[in-house]
Nanobody, 123 residues
Framework: QVQLVESGGGLVQAGGSLRLSCAAS????????MGWFRQAPGKEREFVGT???????YYADSVKGRFTISRDNAKNTMYLQMNSLKPEDTAVYFC?????????????????WGQGTQVTVSS
C-alpha cells in the first residue's frame, strides 16, 4: 500500500521558518515528480511547488524565493523548507506524487496524496 506522510507542521510567528517532510512508503518515487499543495480554510487547494525526477523545481509566484523543495531519493522523502513565513501561508499542506517524471502544477497529475499537515503563521 502506497502512503505519503507529511510531518513538520506547526505554529510559527511571521518571519519564521518551518521544514516539512513527506515520507513515502509502499513504492519508490525517484523517477516521479512530486509536489506540494496547500489549502487554507474556505479556499480551494493551490499549487505550491514541484520537483521532478532530476531535481528540477518550479514554484508558485507567491512562495518563490521563500520556499525550497528538495528530495532525498535514498530516503524516499521530499522536503519543503519554508522561510520568511507570512500569515497568508497559513494552510494545510499536502504532498503528492505524480504518475510521471515531469513537473506539473495541476492536482490531477498527481496520483498519490498525503493526509496533510497544518501550518499556522501568526502575525
Amino acid at each position: 500500500q502506497v502512503q505519503l506522510v507529511e510531518s513538520g507542521g506547526g505554529l510559527v510567528q511571521a518571519g519564521g521558518s518551518l521544514r516539512l517532510s513527506c515520507a513515502a512508503s509502499g513504492r519508490t518515487f525517484y523517477t516521479n515528480a512530486m509536489g506540494w499543495f496547500r489549502q487554507a480554510p474556505g479556499k480551494e487547494r493551490e499549487f505550491v511547488g514541484t520537483i521532478n525526477w532530476s531535481g528540477l523545481t518550479y514554484y508558485a509566484d507567491s512562495v518563490k524565493g521563500r520556499f525550497t523543495i528538495s528530495r532525498d531519493n535514498a530516503k524516499n522523502t521530499m522536503y519543503l523548507q519554508m522561510n520568511s513565513l507570512k500569515p497568508e501561508d497559513t494552510a494545510v499542506y499536502f504532498c503528492a506524487a505524480s504518475g510521471g517524471g515531469q513537473n506539473s502544477l495541476l492536482g490531477r497529475s498527481y496520483n498519490y496524496w498525503g493526509q496533510g499537515t497544518q501550518v499556522t503563521v501568526s502575525s
